[in-house]
């Protein structure tokens, strides 16, 4: 049945009404900025109790981030671990973690066979990449050799898969952004996920026969993101080491690094205030103009008021180089310096 034909008394061309559409989008820009504002002069406010309880404000992050740091787990998950290659110096497995059930959680795990126990460190990817490609199995990219380097220096090493690698060659496309929108709307986020599968490896690691005693954590890009915020809330790292990832908050990419009311009390600095007195380096390509590190150094500004008694333990630096693991060793050692 064919329906009835409404026609308008009224008729105009389609951009009579362009300008009460441009006032209403100006408003909304306009009340957004008014309201980044109002969380700034928050995020400062809430420094005073990052300084008198920094315990409260971990739960406070935990909170923000969601599920399943919220309601974490603890304990060494069930591991099944392949070795992949052996040598006089050197042992390689595949290591799967069960974090939950039948969830299986992917690293790499490098140790040295002819050392006994020694201090572990975290190795961490950023987007596109994998352990492997971190590890030098087939190349490096701009990671430019991190785990081995590391482990040359005499620690062991575990390399964790995030949820980033690129599709094709590693597989097929990983689905992050659909993934950690379905776990918000769960009241989780994928951060809070993945951050607590890197927690719950060390609750597997510290039990390693061959762990003596401490773990570090590097990580490029978003490996830098997540060293910087799980040792905000795992006191068991004493040194991280966040490369190519500190920003201001102002030019954000993508949900990962916009959680429901973060703005009016956690940027990067007060991620990294919760690291403190334990120690953190920060380190910038002076050619890296990805968002992800804009206003890096005001940031780190930012974040030297919360290190004030314990400033031997925070560094900063800017390298000759883009968005890379810096080619220099002065990060790694600076880190293994200080477990």
Same mark, same amino acid.
């Given at each position: 049945?064919?329906?009835?034909?409404? #026609?308008?008394?009224?008729?105009?061309?389609?951009?009579?009404?362009?300008?009460?559409?441009?006032?209403?989008?100006?408003?909304?820009? &306009?009340?957004?900025?008014?309201?980044?504002?109002?969380?700034?002069?928050?995020?400062?406010?809430?420094?005073?109790?990052?300084?008198?309880?920094?315990?409260?404000?971990?739960?406070?992050?935990?909170?923000?981030?969601?599920?399943?740091?919220?309601?974490?787990?603890?304990?060494?998950?069930?591991?099944?671990? &392949?070795?992949?290659?052996?040598?006089?110096?050197?042992?390689?497995?595949?290591? #799967?973690?069960?974090?939950?059930?039948?969830?299986?959680?992917?690293?790499?795990?490098?140790?040295? &066979?002819?050392?006994?126990?020694?201090?572990?460190?975290?190795?961490?990817?950023?987007?596109? %990449?994998?352990? $492997?490609?971190?590890? *030098?199995? @087939?190349?490096?990219?701009?990671?430019?050799?991190?785990?081995?380097?590391?482990?040359?220096?005499?620690?062991?090493?575990?390399? /964790? #898969?995030?949820?980033?690698?690129?599709?094709?060659?590693?597989?097929?496309? /990983?689905?992050?952004?659909?993934?950690?929108?379905?776990?918000?709307?769960?009241?989780? *986020?994928?951060?809070?996920?993945?951050?607590?599968?890197?927690?719950? *490896?060390?609750?597997?690691? $510290?039990?390693? $026969?061959?762990?003596?005693?401490? @773990?570090?954590?590097?990580?490029?890009?978003?490996?830098?993101?997540?060293?910087?915020?799980?040792?905000?809330?795992?006191?068991?790292?004493?040194?991280?080491?966040?490369?190519?990832?500190?920003?201001? %908050? &102002?030019?954000?990419?993508?949900?990962?690094?916009?959680?429901?009311?973060?703005?009016?009390?956690?940027?990067?600095?007060?991620?990294?205030?919760?690291?403190? /007195?334990?120690?953190?380096?920060?380190?910038?390509?002076?050619?890296? $103009?990805?968002?992800?590190?804009?206003?890096? #150094?005001?940031?780190?500004?930012?974040?030297?008021?919360?290190?004030?008694?314990?400033?031997?333990?925070?560094?900063?630096?800017? @390298?000759?180089?883009?968005?890379?693991?810096?080619?220099?060793?002065?990060?790694?050692?600076?880190?293994?310096?200080?477990?």
């Amino acid at each position: 049945m064919a329906r009835d034909i409404v #026609q308008s008394p009224y008729l105009e061309g389609h951009s009579a009404g362009n300008a009460f559409r441009r006032e209403y989008a100006r408003s909304v820009s &306009t009340l957004v900025e008014r309201k980044k504002a109002d969380a700034q002069r928050e995020r400062d406010q809430y420094a005073s109790k990052i300084a008198r309880d920094r315990e409260g404000c971990r739960e406070d992050l935990k909170a923000i981030l969601g599920w399943p740091l919220t309601v974490a787990e603890r304990g060494a998950p069930f591991a099944r671990k &392949t070795e992949i290659f052996s040598d006089a110096a050197m042992r390689i497995f595949r290591v #799967q973690l069960e974090v939950f059930a039948d969830f299986w959680f992917y690293g790499l795990l490098f140790e040295h &066979t002819d050392k006994g126990k020694l201090p572990l460190v975290i190795s961490q990817h950023g987007g596109l %990449g994998t352990p $492997e490609l971190c590890s *030098s199995f @087939f190349d490096s990219g701009n990671y430019n050799d991190m785990s081995m380097r590391i482990f040359a220096k005499g620690v062991n090493v575990f390399a /964790p #898969q995030l949820l980033l690698w690129a599709e094709g060659e590693f597989g097929e496309d /990983p689905h992050r952004a659909a993934l950690d929108n379905e776990l918000r709307r769960l009241g989780g *986020s994928i951060a809070a996920l993945e951050i607590h599968c890197l927690m719950r *490896s060390l609750d597997w690691l $510290e039990k390693w $026969e061959k762990f003596g005693g401490s @773990f570090g954590m590097i990580g490029l890009s978003y490996g830098g993101f997540y060293a910087l915020y799980t040792a905000a809330l795992d006191k068991r790292i004493r040194a991280a080491l966040d490369c190519s990832f500190f920003q201001d %908050g &102002t030019r954000c990419f993508g949900s990962d690094f916009a959680w429901p009311g973060a703005a009016r009390q956690f940027g990067d600095a007060e991620a990294g205030a919760l690291v403190c /007195p334990r120690a953190l380096r920060i380190e910038v390509g002076n050619a890296d $103009e990805l968002d992800c590190v804009f206003g890096a #150094q005001n940031e780190f500004v930012r974040l030297e008021r919360y290190y004030q008694s314990a400033r031997d333990a925070l560094s900063f630096a800017v @390298f000759d180089g883009g968005h890379e693991f810096c080619p220099a060793d002065d990060g790694i050692r600076w880190v293994l310096e200080r477990l």
